[in-house]
């Protein structure tokens, strides 16, 4: 599939951003750490912006726009649907303690924006899960998409805790190593699972066209946020914690170029090199 990096940049804004509110939310409920919610829900926003914005590119023509809320049992749609709510929530959040306090009422509306962007990374993740591309053919399309979000969000909470001081905290720590651990765990079984995926368009993710996002996302997302947070732990270094973050990032980019990478459509005559089915 032709790699569209407006919309490897908005996919991956989506997953940092959401994932690192989903995440601050969850880690303020469960440990009460007293996390600043309306900081995290606005540079969410920023985040959703900016991948907003790469949208408008990947989109290019209004007509496409509009053609987006065309099936309302899209996943496209129901994204769409979603997203002036889910803006219309984090600013709400965010704005709570700067222009007005809503006091008990904040954590309410904080569950709200996090309900609505559990189910706007739940719609992208199913979007992509289709029957036409073997390798997008599972369910790991949509575990995937989650967990990419849970590994940010998770070292993005810690790197938030440690920058407000006091140490590393145990609970974040614990959460954010095994987030990390199970996402990587993931991919390199989904990696595993594009290898026998039959119809003509097994993906050999060492062997090129696929090598130089693979080797990326092992570098990025792999080694050095691995080798990062492992720092930002045991030495409780806030600024360990955001190279971890900056690389699960550019993993997380690398990742979405080998996921697009591989989306290869059905061959229709797969003994042969070009095929009825030309994947434009």
Known sequence: MQIHWPLVISTACQRVGLGMFLC?????????LGLPLNLVALATLALLGVGGIASIFHLQTPSR???????????????ALLTPFLGIALLACGLNGILYDLGGAGIV?????????????????????????????????LGLFLLTAAE???????????????GAPAAPSAAAALLTAACIAVQFAYVARMRHVGYGVDVRASEEPYRAPYRAWIAC????????????IALASAAAAFVALAASACGIVAWTVLFFKGALKVKMFPMYPVDLNLDM
């Open 109 to 141: 509306l904080a569950a709200v924006a996090a309900a609505l962007s559990l189910a706007f990374l739940a719609c992208t993740g199913l979007a992509y899960q289709m029957g036409s591309r073997p390798a997008w053919n599972t369910g790991f399309v």
């Open 221 to 232: 997302g792999v080694v050095l946020t691995a080798v990062a947070l492992a720092a930002a």
């Open 65 to 79: 726009f509009f053609n987006a809320f065309s099936n309302f049992k899209s996943h496209l749609t129901q994204e």
């Open 24 to 32: 601050a939310f969850l880690a303020d409920l469960c440990f009460g």
């Open 152 to 166: 940010a969000g998770g070292i993005a909470t810690l790197a938030i805790c440690l920058l407000a001081g006091g």
